[in-house]
């Protein structure tokens, strides 16, 4: 498993309940949700190496 590093992320208080909603929706902590949506984003826009194919 990669290491993780940790950050101070400002948010909007909106924006926080939104996610807040989305991961308990999810089953997911909000730090998994934005670990996820993160992931997802760069993965999307072709940012982040694949782990099936480390070429992509």
């Known amino acids: ?10 948010i909007d208080a909106d924006m926080m309940k939104a996610i807040e909603k989305w991961a308990a929706d999810e089953f997911r ?20 190496k694949s782990k099936d194919n480390p070429t992509k």
Request: no cysteine; proline share 0%.
């Open 29 to 48: 902590s909000v730090n998994g949700q934005i670990e996820w949506m993160l992931n997802k984003s760069l993965k999307d826009a072709k940012r982040l």
């Open 1 to 10: 498993m990669a290491e993780k590093k940790s950050f101070a992320l400002r």
